[in-house]
């Protein structure tokens, strides 16, 4: 089935500084992906959708320019928050929808903490 | 607007049967999928249904009525390694994935 890597799986870095999540689709061409967020004990939010090619649609109340997403390539996005903040720690979560199986795949999700 | 109800928590005993209930209000819909999550991961597919009626899938079998805005999860032969959130989502007239916030099942010996 559909796979999609997410990387790094765990990171911690210091406030002001930028971290890059990479979600990349295996075996297959993924022109969308979701972005989500996750706090602890709550459900998935959605934080923007990146369409190969084009701008990425942000959720309301989700800042652009700190929510930085990429999508290059029918088999690359990324995420790259940028002078991050102790409450942006969260799980980070990329998905692409499985045509196949009518499904969402998820990437395996990063852990950032910001110290 | 959009509205998915799920209980937030529900225990049951290692063999036996457990039913997580999800209704949900919405003006557009295109199926129902239900998500496994174990604690620190990302959510993983189980099922989805966009047409009336019970579809099985090993101990695993979801239910969707259309009409009544309901659906369920049935999960037979319990075994520890369920002890999960279980993720009720609506896909809506856009194609957008809407969230419930999750059952959690403990599963006790």
């Known amino acids: 089935g559909a796979v999609v890597s997410q990387h790094p799986s765990r990171v911690i870095c210091k406030s002001g500084t930028s971290v890059k999540i990479e979600c990349r689709s295996l075996d297959f061409q993924a022109t969308t992906m979701f972005w989500y967020r996750q706090f602890p004990k709550q459900s998935l939010m959605l934080m923007a959708t990146?369409?190969?090619?084009?701008?990425?649609?942000?959720e309301q109340g989700v800042e652009k320019d700190k929510f930085l997403i990429n999508h290059a390539s029918l088999t690359l996005s990324t995420l790259t928050v940028t002078s991050a903040h102790p409450e942006d720690s969260s799980f980070y979560i990329c998905?692409?929808?499985?045509?196949?199986?009518?499904?969402?795949?998820f990437g395996s999700g990063t852990r950032l903490t910001v110290v | 607007g959009q509205n998915i109800d799920q209980p937030t928590e529900m225990t049951a005993t290692e063999g036996a049967i457990v039913q997580i209930n999800c209704t949900y209000q919405?003006?557009?819909?295109?199926?129902l999928f239900w998500y496994q999550q174990h604690a620190g991961e990302a959510p993983t597919f189980l099922s989805y249904n966009v047409l009336d009626g019970l579809e099985e899938k090993g101990r695993f079998s979801s239910f969707l009525s259309r009409s009544k805005g309901y659906s369920y999860l049935l999960l037979k032969e319990l075994q520890m390694k369920d002890s999960a959130s279980y993720l009720c989502?609506?896909?809506?007239?856009?194609?957008?994935?809407?969230w419930g916030a999750g059952t959690k099942l403990i599963i006790k010996p």
């Open positions: 989502a609506l896909m809506d007239s856009n194609y957008q994935l809407i």
């Open positions: 990146s369409n190969e090619g084009s701008k990425a649609t942000y």
């Open positions: 919405t003006s557009g819909f295109n199926g």
């Open positions: 998905s692409a929808p499985d045509r196949g199986r009518g499904g969402y795949t």
